[in-house]
């Protein structure tokens, strides 16, 4: 294998299926470094690099390229249902599989155009079954690898006003016009779902560098980070190295549990260079309307934000908000404890029952609001201040306590943003899903 099995965790030294790393990187000069990366890391031998390139979506197409040694080959696929995400499935997940066939393939590494959400891919690798594949019994791609690593490139000059920019891919040309997907979204994405993170270029001032860590450790604090002013093969010690110092407890591809503590790993609490976590709770619902209102003040000055609200028109439905740079969207995360019945109950999560325990309210069980905003140019008072005028002032509270059916008709800009799970095949209340609502205020 590539790495000493003696430096991995026991549960994955008797690991049998091929390791994928995945390498991700925004549009600019962080995409051109992501084939670079996998350029470096397909000198070890036994590694074998797969990129699916949607330059050609206008066409219908999407080309396929795949080096294995000195070997490269190219391929031209047809988009599967005018869908780009369906070809990538249908492609890759099969491809996969045949590649863990292969004796002589010790490691796949898969180079992402930011076009492809890494978190969507890994759920793909995970969920999705392979099947009509001669000699194996039908079932997901993860049954033949496993997600190593997701190793996130990040552009040192632009990240920073990426991730808070309101710019979409479209408009960058990195993805079709009907795709409204922010850059800053997929930044903080990446980012945050990387278990090592390379810093690629010269960010400037020492004090913009600074800041730019300061970030990232608050953003990924389990993640290592590399610093590098160009990526070659010479490097290629250096990224086995980054690979091999992964945290003891990383992702690897794993996806964010929306009940799970907000504060993951370790992150600095302090203010440094204007950086700052702020965390913000209560335990009475928010006012929609002046919820509506006050979420602009999560626009300036703000990297991500992201948490569990509790509306008090919505007392049944946790609902997830999360923002990054210049654009926010409220999904759904489930019912509350306290909304379900004894049985259903019984069958959450064991934690998140333990932690509900320990908070619980006789009278609206474990209903609250928990958010963490990660700020860079922002004043944490005046992000707490305007949250707390969007709470329910006492005479409101009472009406949620006494008088749920009048809280029902107040006016609910978030009334529409649950999906069918019926007509999706995806659960509510999965983080990112749902409305958008734009600086302006709109809710789209």
């Known amino acids: 294998m590539v790495v000493d099995p003696a430096l991995l965790p026991p549960g994955r030294r008797s690991d049998r299926r091929t390791p994928v790393v995945v390498v991700t990187g925004c549009s600019g000069p962080a995409a051109a470094g992501v084939e670079r990366l996998a350029a470096v890391l397909r000198a070890t031998p036994g590694t074998v690099t797969v990129r699916h390139d949607p330059s050609g979506l206008g066409e219908g197409i999407v080309h396929r390229t795949v080096h294995i040694g000195e070997q490269r080959t190219s391929t031209v696929l047809e988009l599967a249902h005018g869908c780009v995400s369906c070809t990538l499935r249908t492609d890759l997940l099969p491809l996969l599989c045949a590649l863990a066939a292969r004796d002589s ?3 796949i590494v898969l180079e992402l155009d930011p076009a492809f959400e890494v978190e969507t891919v890994c759920r ?3 969920n999705v079954a392979v099947t009509g594949v001669v000699g194996r019994v039908d079932g997901p791609a993860g049954r033949d690898v496993r997600v190593e690593a997701v190793l996130t490139c990040v552009d040192a000059p632009t990240w920073l006003a990426d991730a808070t920019g309101g710019d979409t891919l479209a408009e960058r040309g990195a993805a079709t016009v009907d795709d409204d997907r922010t850059v800053a979204q997929v930044a903080v994405g990446q980012v945050d779902f990387a278990d090592a993170v390379v810093v690629l270029g010269d ?4 004090v913009d560098r ?13 993640a290592p980070v590399a610093w590098v002013d160009d990526i070659d093969l010479r490097a290629t010690a250096e990224v086995e190295a980054l690979l091999a110092h992964i945290s003891p407890h990383p992702r690897r591809g794993r996806r964010f549990d929306a009940h799970a503590p907000l504060l993951r790993g370790q992150p600095p609490l302090g203010t440094e260079y204007g950086v700052a976590l702020v965390e913000f709770a209560a335990s009475r619902p928010f006012h929609p309307a002046r919820l509506h209102e006050a979420l602009d003040v999560l626009f300036d000055g703000v990297v991500t934000a992201r948490g569990r609200i509790w509306l008090a028109t919505q007392p049944n439905e946790v609902v997830w908000l999360e923002s990054a740079g210049g654009g926010l969207r409220i999904g759904g995360a489930g019912p509350w404890l306290a909304a379900m019945s004894p049985a259903e109950r019984e069958q959450a999560d064991p934690m998140r029952r333990a932690m509900a325990a320990l908070r619980w309210d006789e009278q609206f069980g474990d209903r609250d609001i928990s958010l963490v905003i990660l700020v860079h140019d922002a004043d944490p008072g005046e992000i707490r201040e305007a949250l707390h005028w969007a709470l329910v002032e006492d005479d409101e509270l009472r009406l949620v306590e006494c008088a749920p059916e009048q809280v029902a008709h107040w006016e609910d800009p978030f009334g529409e943003w649950h999906a069918d799970p019926c007509a999706t095949g995806e659960p509510t209340g999965l983080p990112m ?9 709109e809710v789209k």
């Not at 960010?203 to 020492?206: C, K, N, R, T, Y």
């Open 210 to 222: 600074a800041r730019l860590g300061a970030v990232l450790s608050r953003l990924a604090p389990e």
């Open 105 to 107: 393939v010790n490691r």
């Open 203 to 206: 960010s400037g001032e020492a």
């Open 433 to 441: 899903d749902g409305q958008a609502k734009s600086p302006r205020g």
């Open 124 to 126: 793909a690798i995970e």
